[in-house]
């Protein structure tokens, strides 16, 4: 029998390649009609020859308030802003205004804990159970999960962030947020996954505070802070000039979600400096980068309603960029907006390099 394709099976395989086309075709039309056309409209438009010019464009965009700094080798800083520091009271962006960094703290609380480890007063490989005995039932493999697994979001814990409606009425004590995943199932047996998780940090801030014996941003002041002057960053609202610190706005809320508290606030380029040494090892002393590396990363970005921010240093550009935008929503809408907005940005400063 001949081993070649009759001419019945060339049409069976050529209707079988037009319905895949057409599948295909009809799945990219779909997804197309669920992006907003904004995001493509973002993405697709010609680039701004400048930063700032980008920033502008964000604000037609729909955000209220952006703030970027970068800090570049060979170059003296650049300062951005654009759109509201307080849309109400119609006060033009300050590039200089205090922003809440919410998860980009977490780089500062894993260099705390590296210095407390080469001091020999922490220990990666203790668990929860040895430093929060308290928690031993409470808390599903208490006895597993260790420092260096909380640090790496691999513990399993519940997230306590992730409750119904938490951000319509945060937590805001160690107690409240810890209630929230008191006894409810791990998420997963500790070490086997990751899961990126704010009780962590929560446990972890706690841990510290117990072993320093006070509370720990007076540490990092000490041992961050300070060395680096970073005279513009801040452990709570508290501790500044609410006038300072650029409004917030959360798409469907009525209100500034300025006054809400949210932990640490600084500059964007305090913020800047830190990423800076740490990423070029400064900040550390002997031993230390080797552990912080083991157990943590060099980048990072933070939501809060409000406020999202973005911190990251850029190798081939020799370059660190960091940027602040006033504007949430639920469905993190402008979250992906700004992350486009952020890579055009880097394209902005990489065709400034070429040129």
Not at 210 to 229: A, C, M, S
């Amino acid at each position: 029998m001949d081993s070649s394709e009759t001419s019945s099976d060339k049409m069976k395989k050529k209707r079988v390649k037009q319905i895949i086309r057409i599948v295909l075709f009809l799945g990219t039309a779909i997804s197309l009609f669920f992006v907003p056309w904004l995001l493509v409209k973002a993405w697709i438009l010609p680039l701004p020859n400048t930063v700032q010019g980008q920033l502008d464009e964000a604000i037609d965009h729909g955000f209220d308030g952006m703030i970027v700094y970068v800090d570049q080798t060979g170059k003296s800083p650049q300062y951005f802003a654009s759109g509201w520091h307080n849309r109400e009271s119609k006060i033009p962006a300050k590039s200089d205004a205090l922003f809440k960094i919410a998860s980009v703290s977490k780089l500062y609380d894993a260099v705390a804990v590296t210095k407390l480890v080469n001091d020999g007063r922490l220990s990666l490989d203790k668990t929860i159970a040895d430093y929060l005995p308290e928690l031993v039932g409470r808390i599903e493999n208490a006895e597993k999960i260790t420092l260096r697994l909380m640090i790496q979001h691999r513990s399993g814990i519940p997230n306590f962030t992730n409750a119904p409606n938490f951000w319509a009425a945060p937590t805001e004590t160690y107690e409240e947020s810890l209630e929230l995943i008191l006894d409810k199932p791990a998420n997963f047996e500790p070490g086997e996954d990751y899961e990126y998780c704010n009780t962590n940090y929560l446990l972890i801030n706690k841990i510290m505070d117990d072993v320093l014996g006070y509370g720990n941003f007076r540490f990092i002041q000490k041992e961050i802070l300070i060395p680096l002057n970073l005279n513009k960053t801040f452990g709570s609202l508290c501790e500044v000039n609410m006038n300072d610190v650029m409004s917030g706005y959360h798409v469907g809320h009525p209100f500034d979600l300025k006054a809400d508290e949210h932990g640490m606030l600084a500059t964007a380029e305090d913020v800047g400096t830190f990423v800076r040494a740490l990423n070029n090892g400064s900040l550390f002393e002997k031993g230390e980068q080797k552990i912080y590396s083991s157990i943590y990363e060099y980048e990072h970005d933070g939501w809060v309603p409000g406020y999202q921010s973005f911190a990251k240093y850029y190798k081939d550009l020799d370059a660190v960029v960091i940027q602040f935008y006033s504007t949430t929503d639920s469905k993190l809408y402008n979250w992906n907006l700004s992350e486009i907005i952020n890579n055009r940005i880097v394209k902005i400063l990489k065709r400034q390099k070429s040129s």
